[in-house]
C-alpha cells in the first residue's frame, strides 16, 4: 500500500522509487549530453554498463532484409519469398501525410531536437509521476531507429531479439550513443526514411511500403491522410492496433493520431473530424510468401534454387553466410524454368496420377549440353496437409530430397553398356545369357574383388528369354543374365567410373555400391529423377555430361549482378560411344514395350525399369534437345504396385512401360511443340540373332488403359542438317519385367 502524504498522494520518495527506470534514464541522457567523457555511466551499481567511450563509435546497420523474387527464364514470377516482407522505398516514395503522422504520434519535436529529446524527457518525467505510471515515453524517432537496427541485426534468433529488446541501462546507453552518432551522420530525412523502412507494421509487414500493400493494396506514396494515419498508430503495439484483428482498437488509435495532427498543426481540426468521423476501409492483401505460392506446380523446383543458394559456395564461403545473405534477401533470381516445359509437366502430372494416389510421380527435365533444368514437378504438392509434402522426390537428400533416393532398375543398363562400348567392347558381343545362372565366383571392382561366397544367383523375367543375345537385342528386352556376363568379363570398376562420370551418384550421398546387382539397378542406394535425367542427358549430348543448373542470373537490391554457379562440362565418354547407345535405345521407343513412351514426329530414346517387389518403375528418356526422367512410387518406397490404381486406372502389375512411360510422353510432347525436332547421330547395328525385341513382353500384361489427354508428339520442326536417320530395320522393345531372386529390372 502506498505511503500517503496529506495531501492524499504518494510521498515523493516513493514517486522517486516508482519511476526510477525513466528518471535513471533521465540522468543518463543528461549526464551523456554534459559529460560524454566522464566514463563510466554508474548511476545504479558499478560495471552495470559499458563506459560511454568504450562503445564502438559507429553503428554497424545491417542491410534491411527484403523480399526475393524468382522469375522463370522468360521473366515471369515464379514466387516471391523473405525472411522479412519488406520492400525499401525514398522518402519521395512515402506520401507526405506518412511523414507528418509518424513524426506527429511518435516524435512531434524531431526536426527540432537532437538525438535526445530534452523537453521531452523533462516532460515524460512530469507527466510519468503525475498520472502515477510510465504513460509517455521519451524516446525519439532516432532512438527507436537504432534499436529496429539492433532487432534487425538479431535476424530471426529470438534470444538475440530479446537481447536487442530488453529494458537494461545498458542498452540504452548503447542507443543513445549510437542516436547522437546517427544524428550527426545521417540527418533528419534520411534518419525518417531509414526509420520508415525499417520499423514493423504487423501482418508480417515490415516497412512502410509493406504495410501499406499489406493493408490496402496500394504503393505507401498513395496513402491518404486517414489510411497514414492508421499506419501510424500500429507502431506503438502492432498487435493491440492491428486493423484486421482489432478493428475497433485500430480506430480509437488513428483518431488519436489524426488529433494530434490537428494539435501541431499539421491539418485543421475540421480535416481531422471529417477523417476520425470515417470507417475503416481496408483492402487487405494476404501475405504471400515461399515456394508453396509458386505457380504451375514449381514448388519444388523453387525450393531447389534455396536449396542452390543456400550450399553452393558461390554465394558465401560459409553456410551462415549464405544464409544470411538469402534471409536479406532483396533479390531477383531469374532461372533456368521454362514455362512451357513446366506447364506441360504439371499437366502431364495431373493427367495420370492423383494426388492422393498410394503412390507419387515425380518429373524432372534437363537440356542437353547446358544442363538447364527446365522443369520439375511431383503429385504431391509442395505443402503441410494431407497427402502433401515438403520432400522433393526429383532431389538428392541434402537438396531437399528423399532421405535414400529409388532404385532405378534397368535404367542403369544403358550406364553398363557405355562402360562396355568405351572400354572397346563391340555391340555385337553375345553372352550366352541363360535364363538361369549364379553371379560370377568372382567379379573385379575398383579395390577388393567382389566375392559370390553363398552362391548368389540371377534370373530373367522369363522364361522364354534364352540366349545367346548380342547388346541391342540384350537391352531391348532387359536381359539381365546378359549384364551379368558382361560385367563379369569388364568388372565394376569401369562402369562405377563411367557412371561417375555422368553424375550418376546415390542420393543419400557416398559412393557406388561396388557388387554386381549394380548391373541391375540393384544398387542399396537409391537415385533421384534428377540425377537420371542428367545423366541420360549425356547420351543426348552425344558423350558429355553437364551438372544440372537452375539459376541464370541474380541481381542484388542495388540491381548489382550476383555470380552465379555455372554448369560444368566434362566428357564422360567418346560420341562413338555415345552415337551407339543412341542408336540401341532409339528403338525402345519406336516399336518395342516402350513404344506408350513414343514421340510422333521426332527421334527419342529411352528405358524402362522396373524394381524388386515393383516398389518403383521408371522411364528414363531423351531427344537430341531434352532429357527427362520419370519416377512412379511410394514415397517411402514401401508400396508394391500390383492391384493399384493409379489417376483411376487399374493396373495388375505396374510396369516402367505402361505408368511412367506416358508420363513421360505427354510431358515431352508438350515441352517440344512447335520447336525443333534435330535427329540423332547413330551408328549401324545389325537386327538381332532372336527376332523382335518384343518377345517376353507379355502381351502387356498389367498396363492399365491409357488416358484421354494431349496425343503423343508435338509439331515437328527442321531436322538438323547432315544428322542420319536410324536404320528403320532396327528392331525394339524391352521386356518390362518384375524381379525374381532380389535383382533389379
Not at 284 to 289: F, I, L, T
Not at 417 to 426: D, H, I, T
Not at 716 to 737: H, R, Y
Amino acid at each position: 500500500m502506498a505511503i500517503k502524504r496529506s495531501g492524499g498522494g504518494p510521498t515523493a520518495t516513493r514517486q522517486a522509487a516508482k519511476f526510477l527506470g525513466v528518471s535513471v534514464l533521465s540522468g543518463v541522457v543528461l549526464a551523456g549530453l554534459a559529460l560524454p567523457g566522464i566514463g563510466a555511466f554508474g548511476l545504479v551499481a558499478k560495471g552495470t554498463v559499458e563506459g560511454f567511450d568504450e562503445i564502438p563509435a559507429n553503428l554497424k546497420t545491417p542491410p534491411l532484409s527484403q523480399r526475393t523474387v524468382i522469375l522463370d527464364s522468360e521473366g515471369g514470377e515464379i514466387a516471391k519469398v523473405y525472411s522479412r516482407d519488406r520492400t525499401v522505398v525514398p522518402l519521395d516514395g512515402i506520401s507526405p501525410y506518412m511523414r507528418k503522422a509518424i513524426i506527429a504520434i511518435e516524435d512531434a519535436r524531431f526536426y527540432e531536437h537532437g538525438a535526445i529529446d530534452l523537453k521531452g524527457v523533462l516532460r515524460a518525467l512530469n507527466k510519468n509521476a503525475q498520472s502515477g505510471s510510465v504513460s509517455e515515453g521519451a524516446s525519439t524517432l532516432t532512438q527507436q531507429y537504432v534499436k529496429n537496427v539492433f532487432v534487425e541485426e538479431a535476424g530471426d534468433d529470438p534470444d538475440k531479439v530479446a537481447v536487442a529488446q530488453q529494458q537494461t541501462l545498458g542498452r540504452k546507453v548503447k542507443e543513445l550513443k549510437y542516436a547522437i552518432q546517427v544524428e550527426k551522420e545521417l540527418g533528419k530525412d534520411r534518419i525518417l526514411n531509414n526509420y520508415l523502412n525499417i520499423t514493423f507494421f504487423g501482418q508480417q509487414a515490415y516497412g512502410v511500403e509493406a504495410a501499406s500493400q499489406r493493408y490496402f493494396s496500394k504503393h505507401a506514396k498513395d496513402l491518404t491522410l486517414g489510411e497514414s494515419a492508421l499506419l501510424a498508430g500500429i507502431v506503438q503495439s502492432p498487435s493491440r492496433y492491428n486493423p484486421v484483428l482489432a478493428p475497433k482498437e485500430a480506430t480509437k488509435r488513428r483518431n488519436t493520431v489524426l488529433a494530434r495532427m490537428a494539435e501541431l498543426k499539421n491539418i485543421t481540426p475540421a480535416e481531422a473530424a471529417a477523417e476520425q468521423a470515417k470507417p475503416l476501409k481496408l483492402n487487405v492483401s494476404r501475405p504471400k510468401s515461399g515456394c508453396i505460392t509458386a505457380v504451375d506446380g514449381a514448388g519444388f523446383f523453387c525450393d531447389y534454387v534455396r536449396e542452390t543458394f543456400l550450399n553452393d559456395p558461390v554465394f558465401g564461403k560459409t553456410k551462415e553466410a549464405r544464409a544470411k545473405r538469402w534471409n536479406e534477401g532483396g533479390m531477383t533470381i531469374r532461372t533456368t524454368l521454362d514455362p512451357q516445359t513446366q506447364k506441360s509437366v504439371q499437366k502431364s502430372i495431373t493427367d495420370h496420377v492423383n494426388q492422393d494416389d498410394k503412390v507419387a510421380t515425380a518429373i524432372s527435365i534437363v537440356q542437353p549440353g547446358s544442363g538447364k533444368v527446365l522443369g520439375m514437378g511431383q503429385s504431391r504438392p509442395y505443402g503441410f496437409g494431407q497427402y502433401q509434402t515438403q520432400i522433393n522426390l526429383s532431389a538428392d537428400k541434402a537438396m531437399g530430397g528423399s532421405n535414400y533416393g529409388f532404385q532405378v532398375g534397368s535404367t542403369f543398363k544403358p550406364i553398363v553398356a557405355a562402360a562396355a562400348l568405351e572400354g572397346g567392347m563391340s555391340p555385337y558381343k553375345s553372352y550366352s545369357s541363360p535364363f538361369r545362372m549364379p553371379y560370377p565366383e568372382e567379379v573385379e571392382t575398383c579395390g577388393k574383388p567382389w566375392k559370390n561366397s553363398i552362391g548368389e544367383t540371377v534370373n530373367n523375367e522369363n522364361r522364354s528369354e534364352v540366349g545367346p543375345y548380342g547388346m541391342r537385342e540384350a537391352l531391348a528386352k532387359s536381359v539381365n543374365t546378359y549384364f551379368v556376363q558382361m560385367v563379369g568379363d569388364i568388372g565394376l570398376c569401369p562402369v562405377i567410373k563411367m557412371a561417375e562420370k555422368m553424375g550418376v551418384k546415390p542420393a543419400a550421398g557416398g559412393e557406388l555400391d561396388e557388387n554386381p546387382s549394380l548391373t541391375l539397378g540393384g544398387s542399396a542406394a537409391g537415385m533421384s529423377p534428377l540425377t537420371m535425367a542428367a545423366a541420360y542427358a549425356t547420351f543426348a549430348n552425344r558423350g558429355t555430361y553437364c551438372t544440372p543448373v537452375l539459376i541464370e542470373e541474380a541481381t542484388g537490391p542495388n540491381g548489382k549482378k550476383l555470380r552465379v554457379p555455372k554448369a560444368k562440362c566434362s566428357r564422360a565418354m567418346s560420341e562413338q560411344t555415345a552415337d551407339t547407345v543412341n542408336t540401341l535405345l532409339q528403338g525402345v521407343v519406336e516399336d518395342g514395350t516402350g513404344k506408350e513412351a513414343g514421340l510422333s514426329g521426332r527421334d527419342s530414346a529411352g528405358k524402362t525399369g522396373t524394381t524388386d517387389e515393383r516398389r518403383a518403375a521408371w522411364f528414363v528418356g531423351y531427344t537430341p534437345n531434352l532429357a527427362g526422367a520419370v519416377w512412379v512410387g511410394g514415397p517411402g518406397d514401401k508400396v508394391e504396385m500390383e492391384n493399384i490404381t493409379i489417376g483411376g486406372v487399374y493396373h495388375d502389375k505396374v510396369y516402367g512401360a505402361d505408368t511412367p512411360g506416358p508420363i513421360w510422353r505427354d510431358a515431352m510432347a508438350g515441352a517440344l511443340e512447335g520447336r525443333d525436332a534435330p535427329s540423332f547421330d547413330t551408328v549401324p547395328v545389325p537386327g538381332a540373332d532372336k527376332g523382335s525385341g518384343n518377345k517376353g513382353d507379355k502381351n502387356g500384361t498389367g498396363r492399365g488403359q491409357r488416358k484421354p489427354g494431349k496425343p503423343a508428339g508435338g509439331k515437328p520442326g527442321t531436322n538438323k542438317p547432315g544428322n542420319t536417320k536410324p536404320d528403320p530395320a532396327l528392331p525394339g522393345g524391352i521386356t518390362i519385367p518384375g524381379i525374381t531372386g532380389g535383382n533389379e529390372q
